[in-house]
């Protein structure tokens, strides 16, 4: 059987596990307590049977949960005779390094090596591994949540070779995802990069007193076309996240000028959904 190995199991790993076993593979997922795998099988299990209610799932459910091996804390089982590896550890360059440089040590010498990294580079993460792995590490960027979300951006590191790019489009292709491909690791890439300006012009907006927040949302969505509104997306992905993001995209160089609404909002802990109040209110 064709295996993948997902290193992770929090919002994303959890998703892009679920999408590998979807497309028939055995997946073997990676984290660093029996406790996040537990949720990350319930979580995954929760989406399958919505999957499965809508009459889009092809198997039964525990077939498609079946294939998914949870391991705790070994990176190097779990890339035994894989083809591929998504890496969706926590955004940290040291911890990802880490599991490249382990993941190099065991995983088959043709295996791809990708990492689902929002905002480090990619040829920083490459260069924990031996020279002759680095053509085949490469960006895997898919987009939250992971079974929902079509576009996945696939990016060139330094050394990233036109065949990996081409391979790791084709794994995407299989879990039924839209790609596009990056040929410079930028902070940001495509979508977050050009996101990241939008989120500032709204900011500005409201900030400078020209329109309040439902007024850039509902001009976003009824004349722009968005789905959601600049601050409903923010508060819905997390202000916290949109805010690491953000920090580590100016941190390598992404110019910007700082919106004063949003950090509020990270100081104060109003993070959006998850804490009840963002730019807009979540009553329990
Ligand atoms: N959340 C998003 O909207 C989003 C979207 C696109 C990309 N990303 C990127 O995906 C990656 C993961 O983000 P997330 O939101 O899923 O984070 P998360 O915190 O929900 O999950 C990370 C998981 O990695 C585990 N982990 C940490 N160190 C590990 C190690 N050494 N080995 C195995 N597991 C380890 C943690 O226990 C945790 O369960 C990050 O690089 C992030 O930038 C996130």
Not at 42 to 61: D, T, Y
Not at 180 to 207: E, Q
Request: hydrophobic share 45%.
């Amino acid at each position: 059987m064709k295996k993948a190995a997902v290193i992770g199991a929090g919002t994303m790993g959890h998703g892009i596990a679920e999408l590998f076993a979807m497309a028939g593979y055995e997946v073997a997922l990676v984290d660093i307590a029996e406790e996040f795998l537990k949720r990350a099988l319930q979580n995954i299990e929760w989406s399958l049977r919505k999957f499965a209610e809508k009459g889009q799932l092809k198997e039964s459910v525990e077939a498609v949960l079946g294939r998914i091996k949870p391991i705790v804390n070994d990176i190097c089982r779990a890339v035994e005779g894989a083809e591929i590896m998504v890496e969706a550890v926590v955004e940290d360059l040291d911890t990802k390094r880490r599991v490249f440089a382990e993941a190099d040590r065991c995983a088959p010498p043709s295996a791809i090596l990708a990492t689902n990294t929002s905002s480090l580079p990619i040829t920083e993460i490459s260069e924990a591994v031996k020279p002759e792995r680095r053509p085949l590490v490469v960006g895997m960027h898919f987009f939250n949540p992971p079974p929902l979300m079509p576009l996945v951006e696939i990016i060139r590191g330094r050394y990233t070779s036109d065949d990996a790019v081409k391979r790791t489009a084709e794994y995407a292709a299989q879990l039924g995802k839209q790609t596009v491909i990056v040929n410079k690791d930028v902070p940001g890439f495509i979508a977050n990069r050009i996101l990241a300006r939008i989120n500032d012009a709204a900011c500005w907006t409201v900030a400078r007193g020209e329109a309040n927040v439902v007024a850039v949302d509902s001009a976003l969505m009824y004349k722009l076309g968005f789905p959601m509104g600049a601050f409903l997306l923010l508060d819905y992905v997390g202000i916290d996240v949109a805010c690491f993001i953000g920090d580590a995209m100016v941190k390598r160089g992404f110019k910007t000028h700082p919106c004063a609404l949003i950090s509020e909002k990270c100081a104060s802990k109003k993070f959006g959904v998850k804490t009840g109040e963002g730019f807009y209110k979540y009553p329990a």
